[in-house]
């Protein structure tokens, strides 16, 4: 198993809002956002030359126990609370790649892991961007796969929808104002 460095950088606070949630639903949004986390490193990383750009079409899908290649980041769950769940997940690099300059690079993942989620391209759904991300998305590069992102939200959605007392999910880069919702609304109407 890899040796992980814990930063010092914000970390990313996921909750879903409502009576009752489930393992299920849990599993893959922490798996989700694994996953999505370690995109977003690779992809900051690669556009500073730290480490090289992975190949299209080899993140997802991909088997999740035993990945091919270690995840740059770990999240480390540091808090959670039961009810509604409230969960915040510390960033952890690499030990290898634990350097100064590398992580002055991924000192605003956490925005852009948020940042990512809400510009995937989903439909359907109400979400509101509280405010504009801190650091400037990275341009799509020819090697990035788009779908990536996407299809990871969309199961966590997919899953979290299954269950009826699931009412939101946030994802916010704690300390920052960046701030995602989204919103289940089963048939109801929006109150003005």
């Given at each position: 198993?890899?040796?992980?460095?814990t930063?010092?950088?914000?970390?990313?606070?996921?909750?879903?809002?409502?009576?009752?949630?489930?393992?299920?639903?849990?599993?893959?949004a922490?798996?989700?956002?694994?996953?999505?986390?370690?995109?977003?490193?690779?992809?900051?990383?690669?556009a500073?030359?730290?480490?090289?750009?992975?190949?299209?079409?080899?993140?997802?899908?991909?088997?999740?126990?035993?990945?091919?290649?270690?995840?740059?980041?770990?999240?480390?769950?540091?808090?959670?609370?039961?009810?509604?769940?409230?969960?915040?997940?510390?960033?952890?690099?690499?030990?290898?790649?634990a350097?100064?300059?590398?992580l002055?690079?991924?000192?605003?993942?956490?925005?852009?892991?948020?940042?990512a989620?809400?510009?995937?391209?989903l439909?359907?759904?109400?979400?509101?961007?509280?405010?504009?991300?801190?650091?400037?998305?990275?341009?799509?590069?020819?090697?990035d796969?788009?779908?990536?992102?996407?299809?990871?939200?969309?199961d966590?959605?997919?899953?979290?929808?299954?269950?009826?007392?699931?009412?939101?999910?946030?994802?916010?880069?704690?300390?920052?104002?960046?701030?995602?919702?989204?919103?289940?609304y089963?048939?109801?109407?929006?109150?003005?």
């Amino acid at each position: 198993m890899p040796d992980y460095a814990t930063t010092q950088g914000t970390p990313i606070v996921m909750e879903f809002l409502g009576s009752r949630v489930d393992c299920l639903s849990l599993g893959i949004a922490h798996i989700g956002v694994q996953r999505i986390a370690d995109k977003v490193a690779r992809n900051m990383l690669a556009a500073e030359g730290a480490v090289a750009p992975r190949p299209r079409g080899t993140g997802y899908p991909y088997p999740w126990l035993r990945p091919r290649h270690p995840a740059i980041v770990q999240l480390e769950v540091t808090q959670a609370s039961a009810g509604s769940y409230h969960s915040a997940l510390r960033i952890a690099v690499l030990s290898i790649l634990a350097q100064p300059h590398t992580l002055a690079i991924l000192d605003g993942l956490a925005a852009n892991v948020v940042w990512a989620i809400a510009t995937s391209g989903l439909r359907g759904i109400t979400s509101k961007l509280q405010a504009q991300s801190p650091i400037r998305p990275l341009p799509a590069k020819p090697e990035d796969d788009p779908r990536q992102v996407h299809s990871l939200v969309t199961d966590i959605i997919a899953a979290a929808g299954q269950n009826q007392h699931i009412e939101a999910i946030r994802f916010r880069a704690a300390e920052s104002e960046v701030t995602l919702d989204i919103e289940f609304y089963r048939g109801r109407t929006e109150q003005s």
